[in-house]
């Protein structure tokens, strides 16, 4: 069995999926097996992960899984998963890299306090690795006890909200069924909150393992509605997640930060009556909390306009929006 897992999905990523790869097999720490999960890329990406797993000859080992149609970053996630037998999982986008000693600095962490997640610090670069004045977290050496504390440190984000860069227990993941909801944007949002949820203790480095490579293309780029309304799904779904676990009022204020966040996005990237119909969309599938609390009055009002409408009406204005 491997001491770890690296669970690499890739999609449209042939200019960034070598130094991905590369970043793992030069890692300090010997016994990893790379997963690398093709999710039907259109591009030469899985091509080049075939070419440099029939040349590799290292102390590590790599697997190649194809999906035969694009499913998502969750689904190929979960297939990593699914085939991984080491002792930890670590996932990486194929567009990131991690530092040399990365897995090793993790793992000796996760065995000193016998935890089942371990974190380690993350630096955002831009495409030509140069370091980024804002960086999206910024993590402090610490050992997280109990599911107050963990969930304090989720909610002001000494946890960052990604799959990336966290070093798990497969047994534990496997044992407390934490996988990734498909198809949902912003997947790695209720995959954080369980895995705050189940676990009694998570270590925290600012030891930088991580670079988080920021390019254009990302899944909240661009003016789209469906994007906006996958979000807006996914901000039930912590809901759902938190009324099932009695913690909606200890982590009312994180799930309202999401969805501020959406309706940042929805102001960024429509004007006019567009963007009042996409708000108004996106807030009808929220709990009416959200709209009270988040949204203008001016916004409240295209809301409750929004909502009697006849439902051909509404799937028309959307159809619209969409281009259809």
Not at 245 to 251: C, Y
Request: glycine share 6%; hydrophobic share 40%.
């Amino acid at each position: 069995m491997p001491q770890i897992s690296v669970i690499i999905p890739a999609y449209k990523t042939q200019q960034y999926i070598e130094r991905c790869i590369y970043s793992v097999l030069g890692q300090t720490l010997g016994d990893i097996e790379i997963i690398l999960v093709n999710d039907s890329s259109p591009d030469n990406t899985l091509s080049m992960m075939e070419q440099i797993a029939s040349t590799w000859s290292g102390d590590k080992t790599i697997r190649i899984i194809s999906h035969e149609q694009n499913r998502g970053l969750s689904a190929a996630r979960n297939t990593g998963l699914a085939s991984a037998q080491g002792e930890f999982i670590y996932f990486l986008d194929s567009d990131d890299y991690i530092a040399p000693n990365a897995l090793e600095t993790l793992l000796r962490l996760a065995q000193a306090e016998d935890s089942p997640v371990t974190i380690g610090g993350v630096l955002q670069v831009d495409q030509e690795d140069t370091p980024l004045d804002h960086q999206i977290c910024h993590i402090k050496d610490t050992v997280l006890k109990g599911k107050e504390e963990i969930l304090h440190a989720l909610q002001i984000l000494d946890i960052y909200i990604s799959g990336w860069n966290k070093l798990v227990r497969r047994d534990w993941l496997l044992e407390n069924n934490i996988l990734f909801d498909e198809g949902y944007l912003h997947e790695d949002w209720p995959w954080c909150l369980r895995l705050a949820l189940r676990a009694d203790k998570i270590i925290c480095s600012t030891h930088i393992c991580y670079y988080y490579v920021c390019r254009p293309g990302s899944i909240t780029d661009g003016k789209d509605l469906n994007k906006c309304s996958k979000i807006a799904q996914m901000i039930q779904k912590l809901v759902e997640i938190l009324d099932e676990n009695g913690e909606r009022e200890a982590m009312n204020s994180w799930v309202f930060a999401r969805a501020q966040e959406l309706r940042g996005h929805i102001s960024l990237n429509f004007k006019g009556i567009a963007k009042n119909i996409v708000m108004a969309h996106c807030f009808s599938l929220l709990p009416a909390s959200f709209a009270t609390g988040i949204l203008s009055s001016k916004k409240r009002a295209c809301l409750k306009l929004w909502k009697i409408l006849p439902s051909w009406v509404r799937h028309a204005a959307l159809r619209h929006l969409a281009g259809k």
